[in-house]
């Protein structure tokens, strides 16, 4: 298998034609087709097919793919460690973040990595770990900071912790129900949660069974992002569930308030999160090294904004 062979399957499997993948590859259709052909011939395997509308991997080609991907990003990572030691670093660096970190710690963090590292390009992804850990599988980004838990897939992914918090029941200020004191009295209440949809299991038992709560499941509705999950609170009675350190960010606090319920809730950790048995780039520990500074900067800091957000947190590293 050569190189041009896999750029081209994983080009054809990202834009869904060959006509595209050739734009994508800045190449001729013919190249990439003649590509596809030769690898389709040296494994004696149809990794193709093709129909009126494009064409779609069989399932030989998903097989390869995921290893292309995984091939082709470890190579872009080989790249960037070399130009970094010719004191030239360039290139890419995906990395996934937790949506709170995203509000909190994360400017600092970026604004320190590209006074480190101005030639390299951050891609960032905001969003659950469902959202990471496909990425992660890939090869398609180095490392997450985000949830560990007991459904992080052990044997695939290793994890170092940073933080732990509470998580809390929330309403927008002025909620009719802003005293209620008991999961119970919110049970006629409709939901705004936003989680991965294969948490819904462990979702409900941590924030309602565990109570001995049965709410109808009706009332709980999912929001893919925080922004809408806001919306909706704000403009509707609907209730919702977060890690405490949002509540420290301004648009946060300024539109929503922790319910104190005398139930207790789950207590997170998030931490870094990298597929096992690999080691961190050049750029991805120079990331890595960027928000260690920051969080130890900013969690012995007297400013009151910072009191505020490390007061929710406990420093594990």
């Known amino acids: 298998m050569k190189l041009h062979q896999l750029q081209a399957l994983v080009a054809i499997a990202d834009c869904g034609s060959i006509r ?117 599988r890939e090869g398609t980004m180095e490392f997450a900071v985000g949830l560990v838990s007991a459904l992080l897939p052990r044997p695939e992914f290793s994890s170092d912790p940073l933080f732990s918090y509470q998580m809390a029941v929330i309403a927008r200020h002025g909620h009719p129900k802003q005293q209620c004191r008991s999961i119970h009295d919110l049970l006629d209440q409709d939901w705004v949660v936003n989680y991965p949809d294969a948490n819904h299991q462990s979702f409900m038992n941590e924030l309602f069974w565990q109570h001995d709560a049965h709410i109808a499941e009706e009332r709980v509705q999912r929001a893919q992002s925080l922004q809408l999950m806001l919306s909706l609170m704000e403009h509707t009675d609907m209730v919702s569930y977060c890690p405490e350190p949002m509540l420290t960010v301004p648009m946060f606090q300024e539109r929503i308030t922790r319910l104190n319920l005398r139930e207790s809730f789950a207590t997170d950790t998030i931490g870094i999160v990298t597929p096992r048995n690999t080691q961190l780039g050049t750029a991805a520990q120079c990331f890595v090294d960027c928000l260690l500074q920051v969080v130890r900067r900013r969690s012995r800091s007297s400013k009151s904004e910072d009191r505020r957000l490390f007061d929710t947190l406990k420093v594990l590293v």
Do not use: C, D
């Open 20 to 136: 595209a993948a050739a734009r994508t590859l800045a190449v001729s259709q013919t190249a990439v087709a003649k590509a596809l052909r030769e690898l389709e011939s040296q494994l004696q395997l149809p990794l193709l097919v093709r129909n009126a509308s494009g064409v779609m991997l069989t399932q030989y080609g998903r097989s390869l793919l995921l290893h292309a991907r995984q091939m082709l990003g470890q190579l872009e990572q080989a790249q960037l460690e070399l130009a970094h030691l010719r004191g030239q670093a360039e290139g890419q660096l995906r990395l996934g973040i937790s949506p709170w970190m995203g509000m909190t710690l994360l400017p600092e963090v970026v604004l320190l990595f590209r006074q480190r590292m101005p030639q390299v390009r951050l891609e960032i992804f905001e969003g659950l770990m469902a959202v990471t850990l496909p990425r992660l």
